[in-house]
């Protein structure tokens, strides 16, 4: 456990519910510091939440693989050493996902919310922040893709660079009961970890249809104001099947590793079902988030073998996401550089995805206490994980910059001698990760210093 004994502290504030705002409060209040934490649902809603609670998750309900020595696995190794306290609540309500870590949308969103009620440093308030003080409280900005007008304004004033946007989407939800389970089978890609995946396996006549009437749907109108600025990594299933007839059978639709039992034989492509809640009572389409109008969704999703009457508890949807252009304002420990009270975390720092957006609410949580308490905290090192996020936040070349999830990619590399000799990949995987917990964990004490801050 990450935590730091406390004497006299400043009080901060975290503006943001989602999942960075959390985190950065939680830790912050766990190592002895008061937290005011703001989040403007339900007095405003936004375009994509359904309800006003803590970490509710908006499109997948997946905080990727669980498979040892990948990077996904390894950041929240390096997260779970540090005793994050959203990781506890994920761990807590995880459902069968294969070699993934899934969660229950709504206990996973209740264990946050409880965590919240039960930490006596924190504070809630439920109303809209629209104004940042560089010379106010320490303040961390964790507000996510979905960043209000009037923050977005803010922020943009404040770090003279204004801001970027893109838009991201929702998968579809169907009704586990409407599923046709005669047509479908069970099993996890390549047979790792368990078989949790509805699959639904098509033939190349009944691909064809349906790519025929994808790619000629009628899509949700687009405002003037907006220009569809899709991220690469999650692009709609319409977008991916206006590249090519096989571009969604190379992606989402991917037939490989996933053999019928009942045949034997690899279907033409295949839609994955992972399963949202503990109950089982509902599955998302993987990878099938779309722009479409819902009575367009209704009839293209049925006609996927097993779905034929689909019954869908949320249609897919898009939204628009907000991010800082992180290179050119956010220093190594997430404050600005020219704004040392101000913190950025989640999303609107500049990374993607769920368990990213938790890592950068977790490492503000822990600089912001430290400033807090007078403390100065060396950051946390370029080999491991989260360092290699805010490595690739801070550092990333401007004009190509766009948010990124973790990836081998990303972590330092091994030296040209080692990799010389080492061909094997998953060996490198396997010593990358290894060097890098022990970064981490050489670094916890260094991190700990009560040399006075520089704010």
């Known amino acids: 456990m990450f935590l730091v004994g406390s004497g006299l502290a400043e009080r901060i504030r975290v503006i943001g519910g989602g999942l960075a705002g959390p985190e950065a409060a939680l830790m912050a209040a766990r190592a002895g510091v008061d937290v005011d934490l703001y989040e403007m649902r339900p007095v405003r809603q936004t375009p994509a939440h359904q309800t006003a609670d803590f970490g509710e998750l908006v499109c997948s309900n997946s905080l990727k693989s669980e498979s040892e020595n990948t990077a996904p696995w390894l950041l929240k190794q390096e997260m779970r050493r540090m005793g994050s306290p959203l990781l506890e609540c994920a761990d807590a309500s995880a459902v069968p996902a294969g070699h993934a870590l899934a969660v229950d949308r709504e206990e996973f969103s209740r264990r946050i919310n409880a965590a919240i009620e039960a930490e006596t440093r924190i504070t809630v308030h439920r109303e809209e922040v629209t104004e940042l003080d560089p010379d106010g409280p320490i303040t961390v900005v964790a507000t996510g893709p979905l960043t209000s007008s009037a923050l977005s304004e803010e922020v943009a004033r404040l770090t003279g660079r204004g801001h970027l946007a893109f838009y991201d989407s929702i998968s579809p939800i169907v009704d586990a009961e409407s599923i046709d389970m005669e047509r479908v089978y069970f099993k996890a890609r390549w047979d790792k970890g368990t078989a949790d995946y509805i699959n639904c396996p098509m033939t190349r006549e009944e691909y064809d249809r349906f790519y025929d009437a994808l790619i000629s749907a009628e899509t949700v109108q687009e405002k003037e104001w907006e220009k569809l600025d899709y991220f690469e990594g999650c692009l709609p299933i319409e977008e991916l099947a206006r590249r090519g007839r096989d571009t969604p059978r190379f992606g989402p639709m991917k037939p490989v590793g996933l053999r019928d039992p009942r045949t034997g034989q690899t279907p033409w492509a295949v839609v994955q079902l992972r399963q949202e809640n503990l109950r089982a009572d509902s599955y998302n389409l993987v990878g099938f988030q779309n722009h479409l109008k819902y009575g367009e969704q209704a009839r293209i999703l049925r006609l996927i073998p097993g779905l034929e009457n689909a019954k869908f508890l949320r249609y897919g949807q898009i939204h628009r996401n907000t991010y800082i252009q992180a290179p050119a304002v956010l220093a190594e420990r997430l404050h600005l550089r020219e704004h040392k009270r101000i913190y950025f975390a989640g999303q609107i720092s500049g990374v993607e995805g769920y368990t990213e957006s938790m890592a950068m609410g977790l490492l503000a949580g822990v600089y912001a206490a430290a400033a807090a308490e007078g403390r100065d905290v060396e950051a946390v090192p370029r080999g491991t994980a989260l360092g290699s996020l805010v490595n690739y936040i801070t550092r990333a070349e401007l004009k190509r910059f766009q948010p990124a999830n973790i990836t081998f990619d990303l ?28 970064a981490l964990d050489a670094w916890g004490p260094a991190a700990r210093s009560k040399a006075p801050s520089a704010l």
């Open 411 to 438: 972590l330092e590399p091994l030296e040209e001698e080692t990799r010389r000799q080492v061909r094997d990949k998953k060996e490198r995987h396997r010593m990358q990760c290894e060097r890098a917990l022990a």
